[in-house]
């Protein structure tokens, strides 16, 4: 038993000792991680392992919007645009030790570029047929010749974790500040800190501060909202308002509104010929006059203060205020006027008929907008948007739908008459939306696969939009790109509604968090994260 | 010899009956609005090529019955295809599911059926006619709560959600069980038993509950049938990383070769639940 | 048992005259939303306070009220009358028929007919009218919600079949119709009866999980179910007792209604 004694001592000082206890952060992932091969990452919760896994070249600082390097310690974009070459950081090595250098970059390159990937990370890069080409100049320097000008080159090696071209691990040796532990399908994925991050902080301490991250799977946000208030996780990214206002509360320490975010709610009157609509109510969506009464109507103030609770804007366009390069200041606000709704109307010949509106043809102004089912804000703008264009005589069906009926209708078989969706996780850089304005393109939701501009404002907006891909300057793609946001202004193929806030749920216990409005709102400096004294006193 | 003969017919039955659901399944899949679509269509950062690949991705899909056949014909070779959405093998999303599912099915089912055999017992033994209402009444308000709800006060309470199962099964069993025993308690015999002093327990036991054996079996057949439908919405609501999410999240999705594997297993399920029901039934029969 | 039998059938009487008539009289608009007070508790403009978008929820649950009374039971008669069909009339017939009746039924229980639902949706117009979309809901509820009791029917069918006073009732030459129609039908009332009382909350709840479907009652009608759903964000969001007033008034009916016409007591 004496022999015992001190190996049993020891034990139990080594569970007493304070500071033993792993620094590991919670929060949650909405569904699984459809992979961890940072090539092929589409969706939102692989993209979160990407961000905390993956090393890059240069990081986009999620604060101030600008590009830091990384494991590039400098790099120069030859003047036509093609061509980027990097210097890269010496003496880095993966999460299983091996050696981090020029090899590696131009593998994940070639994995990246290879036309049957279809991954939105590769497509970013394409500009033009034909292939890239990477040059190892020295061990660590190379240059990578795109066959086109691509705009904005620098940025897009934000979303480019680099893969190592020699470790036994693959794409699980990672260069970021954690690494894959486990994963438990359902359940969980365990992050732990990477013992050879090349990272540390101005004291000279090695990054990240804390020794893991756990991400739990849970679809359901009424139960992260419970967990979160019971501290049983930190973090909340995207949070609801009404979570938001009933947290704060409850307990005002916990919950941050970081403004703007850069995500933005819209909807949009289906102009295609192959719509299979009535053609006196395509007449109506193609009027510029009609889509401009309609936005007049709707009450923007009220549906950012009663379905957001005061957390949001009133959306003036395509980009965020929150996104500070690119958003247009000069763009008007968008007013709510039914007076002027009615005038505009009344130009195209729709008069108020016992207080229903008919067009010209005397048929009554009747129509159905779709939208997603389970997302409980756009349920009541919807809701909100109905009852307002009730005012001005208008008969709106609400109807909501699966995520993929409401696909099947609005990308291939254009039988609807007007949707409301949002845009989210949306990039800075507005060539990463050129799909969206493009006239020939699938994306251009009103009215796409144009074989030419139906209109000459759509003309107009393809030309821009192809002057700030090939513009090597950011003035001069600025210029373009400002009036593209003026001509949808003032066309509405889109009627943007608001730019809901960042509302997020930080604990108490952590410090180093700044919320922004760029995603990941929240564990964007995840290497600058850690918990606060008091919370290791109280571990004691 | 009757007996093989008759376990063998009804195996026979049994294989073609989930055949013939697993086909229709598909079929029900594969014509829903929505199948070959995904959300990536949606996505501005995808090029033209993209967009038609990931729309080519569910070509082998679009004829039915071939691919129906192609799939029972890797089934026989151990495998179940590919998920498109989970991008993993079907065979494993099941095999680290399907211990879950029947774990929180089984113990639901439990509890559900201790308590409505309880109520019943206690409801028949006092003859209290406030306890039956009570019970009515708890059974009516339990079938009018939303699982969502129950699922969210159990974890108020700190339980686990999955208990809204119990929910689900036990006001349908309860309502069942307490009308069967209360018609066959007004049978003349029971009557007649009870009048002859013969306790209210030995009659609950001894004449009533056999005399409704067959309907009890079929309920619990049934009632299988419920908590394994029951557990698809309770799974995904509470985040239990079971079969019942995988079928939901595989529904949205339109995932075939998932959806094909679990219509296949919730059919052999409720068919096997059935005829097992069915058999000891007719097995208990006394001779007439 | 008759004081209770007859404080069921006045608080029956209650809710239906006052969910059919309610909406009749000024002042209580389901569809104004009052941007000014939403999301408030009882006041003296609005006795149960006002949902998200400001609309007066008194209202909306004597709108829901009417839709869902009106609709459920007769998409639960519809369940039943065809529980009985598929399960009773083959259980009683037994041989070949009941087998066959056993397989349909077996795949109605286990079949996904959520995508059935969808196609259903899709067939639709998109702008078919609130009242209609919930019509054609709750047909559809009762088209499919037949499995669990036709299973029941079918056992109960077929053990009746096999009975004594049956087998005594064909010696004596009554015939197959007078048997099942006399005989047999009674002893499968409470079995039905059963189903149908089951099937209404279960029904008015399933409604409002086809809104995600594009089904259910669509905006801005009312409905209890689509009420009771907002219970689920309420126990996270608010914790206000009127967010249980649809609750409430749906336990309350579906109780008085098993009290009021339920023949036979405890004895």
Not at chain 2, 184 to 208: N, P, Y
Not at chain 3, 28 to 34: A, L, T, V
Request: proline share 5%; charged share 20%.
């Amino acid at each position: 038993m004496r022999r015992l004694m001190l190996p049993l001592c020891l034990l139990l000082l080594a569970l007493a000792t304070p500071g033993m206890c792993l620094d590991e952060l919670r929060f949650y992932l909405h569904s699984d991680p459809k992979t961890f091969n940072p090539a092929l990452v589409a969706d939102p919760d692989s993209e979160t392992i990407r961000y905390l896994t993956g090393g890059v070249l240069v990081r986009l600082n999620r604060q101030t919007q600008q590009l830091e390097p990384e494991l590039a310690t400098a790099w120069k974009v030859s003047k036509d645009g093609k061509t980027i070459t990097f210097q890269l950081r010496q003496g880095v090595r993966f999460s299983d030790g091996t050696p981090f250098g020029a090899q590696d970059v131009q593998f994940t390159m070639t994995v990246l570029m290879d036309p049957m990937l279809h991954s939105p990370t590769g497509d970013a890069f394409r500009s033009g047929q034909g292939k890239i080409s990477a040059a190892i100049l020295t061990p660590d320097r190379i240059s990578l010749t795109f066959p086109a000008p691509v705009a904005g080159l620098e940025k897009l090696f934000d979303q480019v974790a680099i893969m190592s071209a020699g470790s036994p691990k693959k794409e699980m040796a990672v260069l970021g500040p954690f690494y894959v532990a486990e994963y438990k399908p359902g359940a969980y994925v365990a992050l732990h800190r990477n013992p050879n991050y090349w990272k540390h902080d101005d004291a000279g301490r090695a990054l990240p501060y804390l020794d893991a991250v756990k991400l739990e799977i849970q679809s359901n946000r009424d139960i992260e909202m419970l967990k979160f208030s019971r501290n049983e996780i930190h973090l909340i990214n995207a949070m609801d308002a009404d979570y938001f206002d009933r947290l704060a509360r409850s307990a005002p320490d916990k919950v941050r509104d970081a403004g703007p975010s850069l995500d933005s709610e819209m909807m949009w009157f289906n102009q295609a010929s192959e719509a299979s609509i009535a053609s006196y109510k395509l007449e109506w969506f193609r009027s510029r006059n009609f889509r401009q009464a309609v936005s007049l109507s709707i009450n923007r103030d009220d549906l950012c203060k009663v379905v957001y609770g005061g957390h949001a804007i009133p959306a003036r366009g395509p980009v965020s205020p929150a996104n500070k390069y690119w958003f247009n200041t000069q763009l008007p606000q968008a007013r709510f006027d039914q007076e002027d709704a009615l005038r505009l109307l009344q130009e195209d010949g729709f008069r108020l008929v016992d207080g229903r509106l008919v067009d010209r043809g005397g048929h009554p102004v009747q129509f159905s907008i779709i939208t997603n089912a389970g997302n409980r804000s756009r349920e009541r703008m919807v809701s909100m948007i109905q009852a307002d264009l009730r005012a001005i005589g208008m008969q709106v069906n609400v109807v909501t739908l699966d995520f993929p009926s409401l696909i099947q209708r609005i990308s291939e078989a254009f039988n609807y008459e007007a949707a409301m969706l949002g845009l989210t996780n949306v990039e800075l850089d507005p060539n990463e939306q050129m799909n969206v304005w493009l006239s020939s393109s699938d994306q251009h939701q009103w009215n796409p696969r144009q074989s030419s501009p139906a209109t000459s404002w759509e003309a107009e907006i393809d030309r821009l939009m192809r002057v700030q891909a090939s513009a090597m300057d950011d003035k001069t793609r600025k210029r373009a790109f400002d009036r593209v946001q003026e001509i949808v202004a003032d066309e509405l193929p889109f009627i943007y509604l608001v730019n809901q806030n960042a509302l997020v749920g930080v604990s108490p216990a952590l410090q180093g968090v700044v919320p922004v409005a760029a995603r990941p709102q929240t564990y964007w400096d995840i290497e600058h994260i850690r918990f606060s004294v008091e919370r290791a006193n109280n571990a004691n | 010899m009757s007996l093989w003969r008759t376990l063998a017919k009804r195996l026979i039955m049994a294989v073609i009956v989930i055949l013939v659901g697993g086909f229709l399944s598909a079929v029900l899949v594969r014509y829903a609005p929505g199948f070959g679509t995904d959300e990536r269509q949606l996505d501005a950062r995808l090029s033209a090529e993209s967009h038609q690949a990931i729309r080519d991705e569910s070509s082998a899909e679009r004829g039915i019955a071939s691919y129906y056949v192609e799939w029972l014909r890797k089934m026989s070779r151990g495998g179940l295809g590919d998920s498109r959405s989970m991008q993993k093998p079907v065979a494993q999303l099941l095999m680290e599911r399907s211990g879950i599912t029947l774990r929180i099915v089984a113990e639901s089912l439990a509890i559900a059926w201790m308590v409505a055999l309880f109520l019943v017992a206690a409801t028949w033994s006092t003859h209290s006619a406030p306890l039956e209402k009570t019970c009515t009444t708890a059974s009516g308000l339990l079938l009018c709560l939303p699982a969502g709800a129950v699922a969210l006060l159990l974890i108020l309470l700190n339980a686990p959600g999955y208990l809204a199962l119990v929910a689900v099964v036990f006001p349908k069993v309860h309502r069942y069980l307490s009308d069967l025993v209360g018609a066959t308690g007004r049978m003349s015999h029971i009557l007649a038993a009870r009048a002859k002093g013969i306790s209210e327990h030995r009659l609950l036991l001894w004449h009533v509950i056999p005399a409704i054996r067959r309907e009890i079996l079929a309920l619990g057949g049934v009632s299988i049938a419920l908590a394994l439908n029951a557990a698809i919405p309770v799974e995904a609501l509470c985040g239990i990383p079971g079969v019942g999410q995988l079928a939901w999240q595989s529904a949205l999705a339109r995932d075939l070769p998932v959806l094909i594997s679990v219509s296949l297993l919730v059919i052999a399920f409720t068919v096997l639940a059935n005829s097992g029901a069915d058999l000891l039934a007719d097995e208990r029969r006394q001779p007439a | 048992m008759k004081i209770a039998r007859m404080v069921a059938i006045v608080v029956v009487s209650l809710i239906t005259l006052i969910s059919m008539g309610g909406s009749l009289l000024p002042g209580f608009d389901y569809i104004r939303q009052d941007r000014k007070h939403f999301s408030e508790g009882p006041s003296y403009e609005h006795w149960l306070g006002t949902d998200a978008v400001g609309r007066d929820r008194l209202a909306r649950l004597i709108h829901g009220t009417r839709v869902s009374l009106l609709l459920a039971p007769a998409a639960a008669w519809i369940s039943v009358v065809l529980a009985f069909v598929v399960g009773a009339a083959p259980g009683f017939a037994g041989g070949v028929t009941e087998r066959m009746a056993k397989a349909i039924i077996d795949l109605a229980l286990s079949l996904p007919w959520f995508f059935l639902l969808l196609m259903v949706r899709a067939m639709l117009p998109l702008n078919t009218s609130p009242a209609v979309s919930a019509a054609i809901t709750f047909s559809v509820l009762g088209l499919l919600g037949w499995g669990v009791p036709a299973r029941i029917l079918l056992a109960r069918a077929r053990r009746l079949r096999q009975s004594e006073f049956v087998a005594l009732a064909r010696a004596g030459g009554v015939s197959h119709r007078r048997l099942f129609g006399v005989h047999v039908l009674p002893n499968l009332l409470p079995v039905m009866t059963a189903q149908f009382w089951i099937a209404v909350p279960v029904f008015i709840l399933a409604e409002a999980n086809l809104s995600l479907l594009g089904l259910g009652v669509a905006e801005p009608l009312p409905s209890l179910g689509g009420l009771l759903r907002d219970l689920e964000s309420g126990l996270s969001v608010r914790s206000d007792l009127c967010n249980f007033a649809a609750l409430f008034v749906l336990v309350v009916m579906v109780s008085s209604l098993q009290v009021a016409f339920m023949k036979h007591e405890v004895s």
